[in-house]
């Protein structure tokens, strides 16, 4: 009858089966007292009958005394003594027919007593069954590891799960034997935490247990509660172990963003600053450098977006170039040319290249090929591998048809220092720029991060 | 508060170009020698080793690493260091959240401010 496996009994099982028992040895006893009210009933029955046989060899005894009487005797003292013995047995037969009423009675209230004994029995066994089955449910059905254990964590029963997971059968895992399960650095934890328990608190720590079909250790929090029966004992400890890995590791990466977008943040408005400063220290006409800084703002703001827009982080460089260009109006033509493979440029390099293109792009505005009725603009680059192996990005910005004009120092100033000190300084480059007339003649060679995208080149053959 | 760094020997470590030709500038307007500035963990070794430092501002997040492997070769030669972060305090690991640092985006006196403090402490000890 029971459904819970032999070798996991638990307190509150033995229990249950005591009071099973219990109420099977009343039933039995009720069974006695039926049949021994049975045999007390044939015993009167029996009596019954000899006294109904005596009744009748009476009668005719004393019909035939009556007679002889009524031949010889004066009927008188005959007559009464008969009547008396006559009503004497008609008592006796009235409190005969009361005694097997009684008994009738009796037999009737013991069924009864029997009918119900019986039914509360099939009821509880009922109401248990249920009980058992829909603790299943909830167990087999639920994404944590289930388990119960007696006071001291020795374990009495794991759920399927648990088994799928760590590869530790009932049987292994039973007594102490779960602890094989948890990583050995997080064993003293566990020990600890159930030395603490008590009735009155919740079994809490964190463990990282083997997962088996991964072959590696995942955070785990456990967590157990006391089963208490109605007499305030405590029968057992119910727990459970959930996978808290996924969550921690979040945690983790959460904070990793929001400690690298804080830093980021911070980063950027220092180059806005500077910038600034030197534009400042550029001089010109308040509108000039209001000008100057809006457009280098700009310009760091595009890539800025473009860079935090895509999961990768990355800019396309011909977006990047086009959208510098057309920042100003500058779009394709016979005086305009931009041509290069696929590049996609990450953080540092994206900002500084945008804003060196933003210069350059700014200057041909001015004074450049974009202001020239004749000027011409290629804007070219290709890929290539260097001596070392490195992937280069090599750029040049032409300018032709451009006749000389006197320079702005002030122009010249900043746009000059990042192409020729910002980028080598940030990223490595190499980088040449020429003044020819009012336009310019540039050429920036940039390694390639690991984080750019692109075909890398075919080596050279030497 | 002129030629407060007169002579002295400083180490820029800073990858932000014009964050470190800021700082050179100011430093060197000051009266001190600037060492670097440089914007790589390696090159910032190399100049930490070199020695004859009176002391050392360092960018904490270097593209790519951070410059904790310097401020270390530092403290082990008793060369005293300050921070530049564009981190709060709490994300800095435990040996460094106690040194003397400066935040993003921070002006040009403040960093001489706290470096002044650095040589002042060192004459005094």
Known sequence: ?462 | MAQGLSGKRILIVEDEYFIAADLKRAFQQDGAIVIGPVGDVGLGLALAEAGKLDAAVLDVNLEGSNSYPIADRLADQAIPYMFLTGYDGWSLPEPYCDAPRVAKPFTVHMVLAHLGQLLGSDKAS
């Open chain 1, 1 to 462: 009858m029971p459904i819970v496996p032999d070798q996991m009994d638990s307190e509150a099982d033995r229990d249950r089966r005591h009071e099973i028992e219990r109420l099977t040895d009343e039933v039995e006893q009720l069974q006695t007292s039926l049949e021994a009210a049975d045999e007390e009933a044939t015993q009167l029955a029996e009596d019954r009958n000899r006294l109904a046989g005596r009744l009748a060899t009476q009668s005719r005894d004393l019909q035939v005394a009556d007679a002889a009487c009524s031949r010889r005797d004066p009927p008188g003292e005959t007559e009464k003594e008969l009547r008396i013995a006559l009503e004497e047995m008609q008592v006796l037969a009235e409190e005969l027919e009361v005694a097997n009423n009684s008994l009738q009675e009796a037999n009737r209230v013991l069924d009864q007593n029997v009918a119900e004994r019986t039914r509360e029995l099939q009821q509880k066994n009922d109401a248990l069954a249920e009980s058992e089955s829909r603790f299943r449910t909830l167990v087999e059905g639920m994404p944590q590891l289930v388990w119960r254990a007696a006071e001291d964590g020795a374990w009495t029963w794991a759920s399927p799960q648990w088994q799928r997971y760590t590869g530790l059968d009932p049987h292994r895992s039973s007594g102490m034997g779960w602890l094989a399960a948890l990583h050995p650095d997080d064993r003293a934890t566990a020990r600890e935490a159930w030395i603490r328990a008590s009735p009155g608190t919740t079994l809490a720590f964190n463990a990282r247990i083997h997962h088996q079909a991964e072959g590696r250790y995942r955070h785990f929090h456990v967590r157990a509660a006391p089963v208490v029966t109605g007499d305030g004992r405590v029968a057992e400890w119910l727990g459970t172990s959930t996978d808290v890995d996924d969550l921690l590791r979040l945690q983790e990466r959460q904070g990793m963003l929001v400690a690298e977008l804080q830093h980021r943040v911070r980063n950027i408005l220092t180059v806005v600053r500077s910038v600034f400063g030197r534009t400042m220290e550029a001089g010109g006409s308040a509108e000039d450098l209001a000008d100057h800084f809006r457009g280098r703002l700009d310009s760091l703001a595009r890539t800025q977006v473009i860079v935090t827009q895509s999961a990768a982080g990355t800019v396309d460089l011909e977006n990047l170039v086009r959208d510098e260009l057309l920042s100003v109006g500058a779009m394709d033509g016979p005086s305009l040319m931009i041509d290069g493979p696929p590049v996609a440029l990450t953080g540092k390099t994206a900002e500084s290249i945008g804003l060196a293109v933003h210069e350059l792009t700014t200057n041909a505005l001015k004074y450049g090929a974009l202001r020239a009725k004749e000027g011409r603009l290629q804007i070219h680059w290709t890929i290539n591998m260097d001596d070392s192996g490195t992937c280069r990005l090599d750029l040049t910005w032409i300018e032709q048809g451009v006749p000389a004009v006197t320079l702005n120092p002030a122009r010249k100033g900043f746009g000059s220092e990042l192409i020729l000190n910002a980028l080598p300084y940030q990223l490595g480059a190499e980088t040449r720029l020429e003044f020819r007339g009012g336009g310019v003649r540039c050429s920036i060679s940039v390694p390639l991060s690991e984080g750019a995208r692109f075909a890398v080149p075919a080596r050279k053959d030497r």
